[in-house]
């Protein structure tokens, strides 16, 4: 995603809000209570959040990390990690044009331009799944979303939702809409829909 991150909170099978970090943060920080669950829209995955002190201190306890300098060309964004692979591999790399990384940054930029839309349909789809494991596991017709989900049947997927509460339909209707990249968007659902 190119654009700012969104996190989500739900109380139950109501949702507080959508919004940026900061704002979720404010919002966590100033009514603390239990019974809230607070998601990265990017991933699906539950987060906590460690609210302690003030607010500022909170907001930059959680701030997002700069980028690590180090070896490399950090003002190009490149970021220094270990990488294991076997003596093969290693060889094969050091043929290549350009060396290692290099070979290694252009087989990664080939394999995404092959088939980006299955990369943002697999991303979708474990977002979705494991929103709707943590909020919606207990509701009828739950196992049969999953199978029409990661089936791309998004009839099906909209049918198992249709009787769920209405925030967390919803919800799972905006995260499970790129899984669904070749047919018609999900009908009522968009982005303002869920700020």
């Avoid at 791309?152 to 997927?157: I, L, N």
């Avoid at 339909?169 to 809409?177: D, E, N, V, W, Y």
Wanted: hydrophobic residues 35%; glycine residues 8%.
């Amino acid at each position: 995603m190119d654009t700012e991150p969104t996190f989500t909170t739900f109380e139950g099978h109501t949702r507080r809000l959508t919004a940026s970090l900061a704002e979720i943060l404010t919002l966590l920080h100033a009514q603390p209570r239990a019974g809230l669950l607070t998601f990265d829209d990017r991933t699906g995955r539950s987060v906590d959040f460690d609210l302690s002190g003030t607010l500022d201190e909170v907001l930059a306890r959680h701030a997002p990390e700069t980028p690590r300098t180090g070896p490399g060309r950090p003002k190009l964004g490149v970021v220094s990690r270990e990488v294991s692979l076997l003596p093969r591999h290693w060889e094969w790399l050091e043929r290549q044009r350009g060396g290692a990384s290099a070979a290694l940054r252009r087989l990664i930029d080939e394999a995404r331009q092959a088939d980006p839309d299955g990369e943002r349909r697999a991303q979708a789809q474990a977002a979705t799944d494991r929103f709707l494991g943590a909020v919606a596991g207990d509701l009828p017709g739950y196992e049969e979303a999953t199978r029409a989900l990661y089936a791309a049947d998004r009839g099906g997927f909209e049918a198992r939702l249709r009787d769920w509460p209405e925030d967390v339909r919803q919800h799972a209707l905006f995260l499970a809409a790129p899984a669904f990249t070749t047919s018609s968007p999900p009908s009522g659902v968009s982005r303002s829909s869920q700020e």
